[in-house]
């Protein structure tokens, strides 16, 4: 499986993003996709997943009511719609996929997936 995370940016306190994971692979249609960051001098943390097949989705707290996963299968991509930014979302944002991994496992530390894309940054200035 291969991934391709883009749309980070720099965005004001409050504001949006949308964040894509282009999934590619022999063993993509049978992957959940979550969504990680990782602050400067922070540990990477889980902060949303999903099935690829029934759509289920499960979120971290501190961004529940906020983030939205989501996906297009006819795409191959996995969205985050991030709202109501704040300072602390600041980070490194990675999309994570591998058939082994269910999405309600994913939020287990560590998390046990093998196939990361490369990251993109997302910055909110306050």
């Known amino acids: 499986v291969q991934l391709q995370a883009s749309g980070g940016g720099l965005v004001q306190t409050g504001g949006s993003l949308t964040l894509s994971c282009i999934v590619s692979?022999?063993?993509?249609?049978?992957?959940?996709v979550g969504w990680f960051r990782q602050a400067p001098g922070k540990e990477r943390e889980f902060v949303a997943s999903i099935t690829w097949s029934t759509y289920y989705t499960y979120y971290s707290d501190s961004v529940k009511g906020r983030f939205t996963i989501s996906r297009d299968n006819a795409k191959n991509t996995v969205y985050l719609q991030m709202n109501d930014l704040k300072p602390e979302d600041t980070a490194v944002y990675y999309c994570?996929?591998?058939?082994?991994?269910?999405?309600?496992?994913?939020?287990?530390?560590?998390?046990?997936?093998?196939?990361w894309g490369q990251g993109t940054l997302v910055t909110v200035s306050s």
């Open positions: 994570a996929a591998d058939r082994f991994a269910p999405a309600q496992t994913m939020m287990n530390i560590p998390p046990k997936i093998r196939f």
């Open positions: 692979g022999r063993t993509a249609s049978e992957s959940d």
